[in-house]
């Protein structure tokens, strides 16, 4: 039997699973997302209560869209923060850096999902009415 090395509690596990993390952006696990959260002292909360109150879904197709929009707004605070950080690490640089590269990329990809997702809400409404 290999020695096995490593965390054996779930808590050493969940820290563990965040070792290689830069930036959280790309981040899936919902213990990542959260840690990356609170970090950067974005909650995910307040974007979705803002966004519905704008938008008023009234079914959950509605619901769902809203959701969608709340969550790319939320990553673009994120990656906001994250941009900012970055460039006041190196400030006098001339050429930006590939961390910054990957962020701009993700805005840019977020971005245009969120327009994507308001498109099909003001459709989805448009039907409606």
């Known amino acids: 039997m290999p020695n096995q090395t490593g965390p054996k509690t779930p808590e050493g596990k969940a820290r563990s699973s965040m070792n290689a993390l830069k930036h959280g952006l790309t981040a899936k696990a919902p213990h990542v997302i959260k840690a990356v959260a609170e970090q950067l002292n974005i ?7 803002e966004v519905a109150r704008y938008y ?3 079914d959950p197709v509605e ?8 969550r ?3 990553r673009l605070a994120r990656a906001e923060v994250m ?3 970055l460039l006041d690490r190196n400030p006098g640089a001339l050429k930006p850096g590939l961390s910054i590269q990957k962020v701009m990329e993700y805005e ?4 245009l999902q969120l327009h994507r997702a ?6 989805k409404r448009s039907r409606r009415y």
């Open 118 to 123: 308001i498109r099909a809400f003001e459709r």
């Open 56 to 58: 008023h879904p009234c």
């Open 108 to 111: 840019r990809i977020t971005d």
């Open 83 to 85: 941009e900012s950080r």
């Open 63 to 70: 619901e769902q869209l809203v959701n969608r929009i709340a």
């Open 43 to 49: 909650d995910f909360v307040p974007f979705y209560e």
């Open 72 to 74: 790319c707004m939320w």
